[in-house]
């Protein structure tokens, strides 16, 4: 199953870059991408292996492989996408998320 980031607008999410590829082949041309697994904590759902090319992620995620990013998904007035830093309360929740996977 694939999602997409207008999927996740105002959700609470983990995002866990697994790969960084700097040549990915698109409708567009060549960009560079982040394959990662996306924790929907808002919906509940996890999506592995997931592609994300949106500039701000990429470059945000691209050094930093296996690492959880939490945070809430949210549009911008352009079309674009930028990730907001999770709150305290918002990191407890989404780590209790986490830990539910592993039961």
Known sequence: MVVQLQDLDGHLVVLIPTLY???????SGTT??????????TAGEVFRDQM??????VDGM????LHPFIGVVRRLDDGGFTFDSAR????????DFLNGLSD
């Open 21 to 27: 590829d700097p040549a990915i082949r698109t409708k």
């Open 32 to 41: 560079d991408a982040v394959f990662t697994h996306v924790c929907d904590v």
């Open 52 to 57: 994300i090319v949106a500039r701000q992620f």
């Open 62 to 65: 691209r050094d930093h492989l």
């Open 88 to 95: 305290d309360d918002q990191r407890d929740v989404a780590r």
